[in-house]
């Protein structure tokens, strides 16, 4: 027998007992039976029917206007047939419900000598009472407690059954075929290289036990999100060739009360039976969030969860064989128990790739993408510092859409930039007309271009363009020659000036009146990198001292961290005082550039409103023909003090 087909029979009788039940109710509420439909259904048709109340009836006897009684269902419905001189004395046909008591009806319809009879309820038969009143709701109970624990397997829906609750509902692959492997993953070599530790333990365990050692139980993958977590979690799954369970962190967490525990241990009993296994819970901090901080007095639900995991990873019973890799953004809010050795023995970190990573990820996300030989990965990957690797995959899968919206059978560098603009900056606008608004915004972007560019410290120019970009309707780039982990002082500063010189142009060319709200942004950026540098970096005369914490911005009293905004001994102020002395010199220095150069910038300003886009070596050719450019290699030597 097919399950369809068992499926099928399963449903019949739910509903042939659905029915029984139904009649059988139909009876006990008083409502009309079969034998009084039949019965209702022989009377003459042309006659008026209706409904009358018990009290109404009662009022027709005394008037006389009833002419005859038709009792049925053990005197508890009543057909009458009367006529009455409100109707025109028309022949009627009404029926009265009767109510429990009315024990002298009778007596009264002999009194007023009203011709009635009574009709006794159908006899059924007992087996059809038994049926009816007990084989027929058991099999109804019995049918749908079946049809729900095994409406996965009779092809119900995917969703989990009522009945299964406290099963996991963790993917399982028994020799999973996920399409990655180890030569698809770029940029991240040192996590890859963890990884491909535990495969070969897996798959020679022997090399590693003659010396004693054990295998992981457990191995946590850190970092931001996009870069990579997820991937390698495939690859070690197509790698490893063993039974690979897959599951994310919020499936353990219902608002049922020992759900989330319960599915714990069913997806480590599961994982027990196919060891040697891999376990992958991503998202692990959805589940393992320090304890104590929820609802309830550390007791609600997902604690539970989160005690049973770690009772499962490293308890009493130990599992031998289930390596449980985690993946998570968001380390610092695990519970400290969760991340001991014994339960993950490795923390790996994935970063955000270098450089070099940037090329090697590129490589792998070209293979089947047709470039033209003017796209240059590594030229990409300068211009993009700090993208992920989702980040780069996406890119590129930009300039493949664009290709095809441009109907050419290869990427080029046209689509690959377009692409790389369409990520940092937004969807390109429509151009602006050459009004005074125009020559404004050209004026301000060309301000930042200088500034930037002349300085030694910052970043060389990557292009500056009056294309409206998202919220922004001009946009100038700067990209760096390499990924800058740590920023000395001299950057800062110039990063300040630079972002000054938008709004320095501004006056210079236009005068004090004339200056636009379009550097409010610009404004927010160099006020917030001061007050770090002085607040974090304890770059000012204040000294060497950390008053903000980096991540959390709680300050810093008396040596306590708290999360107030006032400073002891007025601190502030003088934390105000800095930040205006750091941005009021970087504006001065912005204002002394843009007025040491202001013959050339009027020509490239006509020069950018003609074309529309500059790219950074155009520009710095423009440039040298006034000013001598500096060695960006040498580091710029502030006078501030």
Not at 61 to 89: F, T
Not at 322 to 351: E, H, K, M, S, W
Request: net charge negative; proline share 4%.
């Amino acid at each position: 027998m097919g399950r369809n087909t068992f499926r099928n029979i399963i449903i019949a009788i739910i509903v042939i007992a659905s029915i029984s039940i139904g009649i059988k109710k139909f009876d006990l509420l008083g409502l009309e039976s079969p034998e009084t439909i039949r019965n209702t259904a022989q009377l003459n048709q042309n006659v008026v029917s209706s409904r009358m109340t018990y009290g109404r009836f009662l009022e027709y006897l005394e008037m006389g206007w009833v002419k005859q009684v038709d009792l049925y269902d053990n005197s508890r419905n009543a057909i009458i047939q009367a006529s009455s001189p409100e109707l025109g004395n028309r022949p009627q046909t009404i029926r009265v419900e009767i109510p429990v008591g009315a024990s002298q009806l009778i007596q009264k319809l002999k009194e007023y000598n009203i011709d009635f009879d009574a009709h006794p309820a159908e006899r059924k038969n007992l087996f059809i009472s038994l049926a009816s009143n007990i084989i027929l709701p058991i099999l109804f109970i019995s049918g749908l407690i079946y049809f729900f624990q095994n409406s996965e397997n009779l092809g119900g829906t995917s969703g989990p059954s009522p009945m299964n609750l406290g099963k996991s509902t963790a993917r399982f692959e028994r020799r999973p075929d996920t399409g990655i492997t180890f030569k698809d993953i770029a940029g991240i070599d040192e996590a890859k290289g963890e990884f491909e530790e535990i495969v070969s333990f897996l798959k020679e365990p022997e090399k590693y036990t003659i010396v004693g050692a054990k295998i992981p139980k457990g191995i946590l993958l850190v970092g931001p999100p996009g870069t990579g977590k997820t991937l390698l979690a495939k690859a070690i799954a197509n790698e490893a060739d063993v039974p690979f369970f897959s599951v994310a962190g919020s499936e353990f967490v219902e608002m049922f009360i020992g759900i989330g525990a319960a599915r714990v241990r069913d997806l480590f009993k599961k994982a027990s039976e196919n060891a040697p296994c891999i376990v992958f819970i991503d998202e692990i901090d959805a589940v393992g969030r320090e304890r104590g901080a929820g609802v309830g007095g550390g007791n609600d639900e997902r604690e539970q969860t989160l005690n049973q995991l770690l009772t499962e990873m490293d308890g009493f019973k130990e599992n031998k064989g289930v390596i449980v890799v985690g993946a998570t953004n968001r380390v610092d809010i695990l519970d400290a128990a969760l991340l001991r050795p014994g339960r993950f023995d490795r923390q790996v970190t994935v970063n955000l790739p270098d450089r070099l990573g940037r090329v090697e990820i590129l490589k792998v996300h070209a293979r089947n993408k047709p470039l033209s030989d003017d796209v240059s990965l590594v030229q990409l990957a300068n211009r993009t510092p700090g993208f992920s690797g989702a980040d780069l995959a996406n890119l590129l899968n930009e300039a493949a859409i664009l290709a095809t919206r441009y109907k050419k059978s290869k990427i080029t560098k046209k689509e690959v930039n377009e692409a790389a603009d369409r990520i940092i900056g937004g969807i390109a606008g429509t151009p602006l007309e050459d009004t005074k608004n125009k020559r404004l915004i050209a004026y301000h972007e060309v301000g930042h271009a200088i500034t930037g560019t002349v300085l030694k410290s910052h970043d060389e120019l990557e292009k500056i363009t009056l294309t409206p970009r998202g919220g922004a309707k001009g946009l100038t780039w700067f990209t760096p020659n390499e990924d800058q982990t740590l920023l000395s002082r001299a950057a800062l500063l110039a990063r300040i000036i630079a972002t000054l010189g938008g709004r320095a142009a501004e006056q210079v060319v236009f005068g004090e009146p004339e200056i636009t709200t379009g550097a409010s942004s610009d404004l927010q950026q160099v006020t917030n990198l001061a007050r770090q540098m002085v607040t974090r970096f304890g770059m000012s005369n204040i000294g060497p001292m950390a008053l903000e914490d980096e991540n959390t911005g709680q300050v810093f009293l008396g040596g306590n961290m708290t999360s107030g905004s006032e400073y002891a001994e007025n601190i502030a102020d003088r934390i105000d005082d800095e930040v205006c002395k750091i941005i009021n010199y970087c504006e001065q220095k912005a204002i002394e550039i843009i007025s040491d150069n202001r013959v050339i910038i009027d020509l490239i300003v006509e020069k950018l409103l003609d074309v529309e886009t500059m790219d950074g070596d155009e520009f710095r050719k423009l440039l040298t023909t006034y000013t001598v450019l500096p060695n960006k290699n040498t580091p710029y030597q502030s006078k501030f003090n």
